[in-house]
């Protein structure tokens, strides 16, 4: 069970606030985004049902909405996760490549965490950075024009923790 | 050529206000302030400023359709969610030029009667979140947004909202069923937003770069910017150019020059890299048909093709393509077509909202008949098979989504077939990417 900060909960309600009376419900997503954030980048469902208390409505309704969108993650993830892109474009610059090497470097499968919870390899679709290709999503930015050597390096900022998530 | 959106686009600390303004910046505001909404959708009318998400509707027309029945308040919202594969360029104005999408959003709300604007922006340019609210701040601080601005009378908010991670939210009515909280499964229309939109209230959705085009349509006046252009393709258009060229980027174009210009001259992508030749192109985002050289260079008649919506189309999908959102993906002689339609495919089936049973279904066989393909485990009858299942899901779904998936696989076939059964006779060099050169030597016959 998380419990929002008061800091958060202002947050919260000005979010509501930008919407119609009574449409408080609109704010979700932004609010999932914040939860999220607050629980390790993940939702269990007792982060879910308090968002649903906080926003007044069903837990049935914010379980519909977190399931579809990609950005929540439903199962825990390792501290750092790199989400690389997979589609066309980016497949035109290598991000093949790119996946299998990180994944032989962690020795993880897309998917998956590595046993120290440190870090998810996540393949993801278009991120719209196809003219900056290879890329990934680190955190709140986009790491692009990725090559072998970037990707080591940001590993080893990651393991000595001067990794900048956001 | 004369630019109107990016011309600015490298002046130092021009995405802060002060900047901007000194630039310019909010003169439309200004004097669309002493026209009326009314006059106001009248010069984009006479713009013929066109939709620039990828249906390229007119944006006049669109806004003439908003209902005003009394005492309902009505709302524009911005498309920021960006997310056809090939697309970056409303990244780019947001990132580079914010307070431009601010003062189109001030100049359209104005026209449209909204008092409560929202930027509804994909979740994961996240980053593009703060560079928002910081210029939505500053217009605030200096008067341009908030209650009565500049003594017009007119008040006007603009929130940023943010979604979570979904293609399909980029069609008007998921969008909307997203700003309200929910899964984003578009609607069925009508009615239409303009009349039930957001909340039920009227609506009217425009892209980022629409929205920020209305300010050089108030600036110059309609008729001025319909000049720029050629025909119905009115204004400049941004594109997104990406895959194998020298300079992928965004740029600002007239919509006069030609593709062979586009894709060669140093002055856009600047050519292929590594001496290679170009094979292929999908010169308007993912969804749209790609087309090999011959018919990319000049239309089925002989004629060159030039980077507009009438020319981007000349022959339909038998010989043409389209112009969509702009996302320009350029293919060189060693790529694999099947390879590419495949991780298309894969898409699609990944942001199908499952609404409705043949895209829902479709696109997932689509995916599993073409990874076997490219894997050399496919039957020569898949690829009937593959253009079967996509004339079927093409017109029968409630959104666009459904001939989005369907079209590149079409297309695909329709022109590179035979690479389609190379990868069926050669299982075990299929999936060795060197294969590509045969649209040269031996332009393959038209399937309509």
């Not at chain 2, 909010?26 to 009248?42: G, H, I, L, N």
């Not at chain 2, 909280?181 to 009217?204: E, L, M, Q, S």
């Not at chain 2, 299942?389 to 079409?410: F, H, R, Y």
């Amino acid at each position: 069970m998380i419990q929002f900060s008061e800091e958060k909960l202002q947050k919260v309600n000005e979010l509501i606030s930008h919407y119609p009376e009574g449409k408080q419900k609109s704010a979700i997503l932004p609010i999932l985004h914040i939860a999220q954030e607050e629980n390790g980048n993940w939702l269990d469902v007792s982060v879910m049902d308090y968002v649903a208390s906080l926003l007044n409505i069903q837990p049935i309704e914010v379980y519909e909405v977190a399931t579809f969108y990609s950005m929540y993650n439903l199962k825990p993830v390792g501290k750092y996760m790199f989400e690389v892109c997979q589609t066309g474009p980016c497949m035109l610059n290598g991000s093949d490549d790119i996946i299998s090497y990180i994944g032989e470097k962690l020795n993880i499968k897309p998917g998956e965490t590595t046993s120290d919870g440190m870090f998810t390899l996540k393949t993801v679709e278009c991120l719209g950075a196809c003219g900056y290709a290879p890329m990934m999503q680190f955190g709140k930015y986009y790491r692009e024009h990725l090559t072998k050597e970037k990707v080591d390096t940001l590993i080893d900022e990651c393991r000595t923790k001067s990794a900048n998530l956001n | 050529m004369q630019k109107l959106l990016l011309e600015k686009d490298h002046v130092e600390g021009i995405r802060f206000y002060e900047t901007y303004r000194r630039e310019g910046g909010y003169r439309s505001v200004e004097k669309a302030f002493k026209m009326s909404p009314a006059d106001v959708v009248e010069e984009v009318k006479k713009s013929g400023l066109r939709g620039r998400g990828g249906a390229g509707f007119p944006t006049g027309m669109k806004w003439s359709f908003i209902a005003k029945p009394e005492g309902v308040p009505r709302h524009l919202v911005c498309n920021a969610d960006e997310s056809e594969p090939g697309t970056f360029k409303d990244r780019y104005l947001m990132e580079f030029l914010p307070h431009l999408l601010i003062e189109g959003l001030i100049v359209s709300s104005f026209a449209l009667g909204s008092n409560v604007t929202y930027i509804y922006i994909r979740g994961e340019y996240a980053w593009i979140v703060d560079i928002l609210e910081q210029a939505i701040i500053e217009a605030k601080n200096n008067g341009f947004l908030g209650k009565n601005i500049l003594g017009s009378g007119f008040d006007c908010e603009i929130y940023v909202h943010s979604g979570a991670g979904a293609y399909i939210c980029g069609e008007e009515t998921a969008l909307i069923e997203s700003l309200e909280g929910k899964r984003g499964n578009p609607r069925i229309k009508p009615p239409f937003p303009a009349i039930k939109g957001a909340w039920d209230r009227p609506t009217v959705v425009n892209n980022v770069e629409t929205i920020a085009a209305v300010v050089p349509v108030i600036n110059m006046g309609g008729d001025e910017y319909a000049k720029i252009g050629l025909g119905k393709s009115t204004g400049t258009k941004l594109m997104s150019a990406c895959g194998n060229i020298n300079k992928p980027g965004v740029y600002e174009i007239d919509m006069t020059i030609s593709v062979e210009e586009f894709i060669f001259s140093d002055e856009y992508c600047g050519g292929i890299p590594n001496g290679k030749r170009l094979k292929a192109c999908i010169p308007g985002g993912s969804s749209v048909p790609i087309l090999p050289t011959n018919l990319l260079l000049k239309t089925a008649k002989g004629e060159t093709r030039y980077m507009n919506y009438e020319s981007l189309s000349d022959g339909g999908f038998a010989t043409g393509s389209m112009m969509g959102s702009g996302g320009f993906i350029v293919f060189d002689e060693d790529q694999c077509v099947v390879r590419h339609t495949y991780t298309l495919a894969r898409f699609y089936r990944h942001e199908s909202c499952g609404q409705c049973s043949p895209c829902r279904e479709g696109t997932g066989w689509m995916e599993k008949i073409l990874k076997n393909i490219e894997i050399g485990r496919g039957k020569m009858s898949d690829i009937d098979l593959l253009w079967d299942i996509q004339s079927k899901i093409e017109g029968n779904t409630i959104c666009p989504l459904g001939d989005a998936a369907a079209w590149p696989v079409a297309a695909a076939i329709r022109h590179f077939r035979d690479e389609f059964e190379w990868h069926v006779l050669n299982p075990n060099e299929a999936q060795k990417r060197n294969y590509g050169l045969a649209h040269y030597a031996n332009t393959l016959e038209v399937v309509a």
